[in-house]
């Protein structure tokens, strides 16, 4: 009988992948896909690409035992909010429940004691996943390449970032391939542990990149911390949470974080092909 995956956060940057590379996993009917949605645009989003879409709100847990019936794959990805931490061990305990057998999160990559709340918080879940009994496989990426699409001004050739020294990145559609091979068959996954992080760049590195693309002169505007918290406050993110993130990014660029540039060859182990490159990356990208 087909696998059944059921998928958490499959309509964001990583889930939007997610969804193409198990499109044809679920039309051939080696895997049977559903997609938890929450809206009509998001329902929209998986049924167009053929896979099933049930109803299912991580902040609801009304929806959980429903969407979770007949499962035994559960990809788990939690949004940017504290609640993330409530969201992981409700989702795990309805798992049990339904009798689950894996779960694959996606967390964040840091040393196993970051002092970091908004890479710990992550680790905490995690931990809670391995005291359930269920088999898991962790995914833990650093720096998503497609931020920098949003902090492009194409216009001004404009880099925004707060950033100085490099950190380490991974494309959203990277992990998303990392997340399908596990999905489609989490045995040899099991119990491991996976970083994200292919390549290291500063946005200095990005924006000469981006100059070589496209010929115009890119440069790197370094906003200010409050302009920040004003920006997370804007996108909804709690203040609390948005705090950790802008500490956290204060960390990164005084050097407080020694593994912020690691890198690994995770994509290459498990895909079965080198990452995607962050100049390629930028050039099918920088117009989307
Ligand atoms: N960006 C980075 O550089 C970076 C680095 C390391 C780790 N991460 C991790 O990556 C994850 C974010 O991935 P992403 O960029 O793909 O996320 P995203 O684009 O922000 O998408 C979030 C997804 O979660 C869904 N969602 C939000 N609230 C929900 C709710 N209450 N119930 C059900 N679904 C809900 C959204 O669905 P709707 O369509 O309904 O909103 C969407 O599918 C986070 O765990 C973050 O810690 C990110």
């Given amino acids: 009988m087909a696998t059944t995956v059921f998928l958490i956060g499959a309509t964001g940057h990583v889930g939007d992948a997610l969804l193409d590379e198990l499109a044809v996993d679920h039309a051939s009917g080696r895997l049977i896909v559903k997609a938890g949605v929450r809206s009509p645009r998001s329902h929209a989003l998986a049924t167009q690409k053929g896979l099933l879409a049930v109803d299912f709100d991580l902040d609801q847990i009304a929806t959980f035992d429903n969407a979770l019936r007949g499962v035994d794959t559960v990809f788990l990805l939690r949004p940017y909010t504290l609640r993330q931490l409530m969201h992981g061990k409700t989702v795990t305990d309805a798992a049990r429940r339904a009798g689950v057998k894996t779960i694959v999160t996606i967390g964040a990559y840091g040393r196993p004691d970051t002092p970091w709340p908004v890479i710990g918080w992550n680790f905490l879940v995690e931990a809670y996943?391995?005291?359930?009994?269920?088999?898991?496989?962790?995914?833990?990426?650093?720096?998503?390449m497609d931020n920098?699409?949003?902090?492009?001004?194409?216009?001004?050739?404009?880099?925004?970032?707060?950033?100085?020294?490099?950190?380490?990145?991974?494309?959203?559609?990277?992990?998303?391939?990392?997340?399908?091979?596990?999905?489609?068959?989490?045995?040899?996954?099991?119990?491991?542990?996976?970083?994200?992080?292919?390549?290291?760049?500063?946005?200095?590195?990005?924006?000469?990149?981006?100059?070589?693309?496209?010929?115009?002169?890119?440069?790197?505007?370094?906003?200010?911390?409050?302009?920040?918290?004003?920006?997370?406050?804007?996108?909804?993110?709690?203040?609390?949470?948005?705090?950790?993130?802008?500490?956290?990014?204060?960390?990164?660029?005084?050097?407080?974080?020694?593994?912020?540039?690691?890198?690994?060859?995770?994509?290459?182990?498990?895909?079965?092909?080198?990452?995607?490159?962050?100049?390629?990356?930028?050039?099918?990208?920088?117009?989307?």
């Fill in 129 to 144: 996943v391995e005291r359930s009994g269920l088999s898991f496989t962790h995914l833990q990426p650093n720096y998503f």
């Fill in 148 to 288: 920098i699409l949003a902090q492009l001004d194409s216009k001004s050739h404009t880099l925004v970032n707060r950033l100085r020294a490099p950190v380490s990145w991974i494309a959203a559609s990277d992990i998303a391939a990392v997340a399908a091979a596990v999905l489609r068959d989490p045995a040899p996954h099991a119990g491991k542990t996976y970083p994200l992080a292919a390549e290291a760049a500063s946005p200095d590195d990005i924006a000469a990149m981006l100059t070589d693309i496209t010929g115009h002169q890119h440069k790197v505007f370094v906003p200010e911390s409050h302009r920040m918290m004003d920006r997370l406050l804007a996108q909804g993110r709690e203040p609390e949470y948005a705090q950790a993130l802008i500490d956290y990014v204060d960390a990164v660029a005084s050097g407080a974080v020694p593994e912020i540039a690691d890198t690994f060859d995770t994509v290459e182990q498990v895909v079965g092909r080198p990452a995607l490159r962050f100049k390629d990356f930028l050039r099918r990208n920088r117009n989307r």
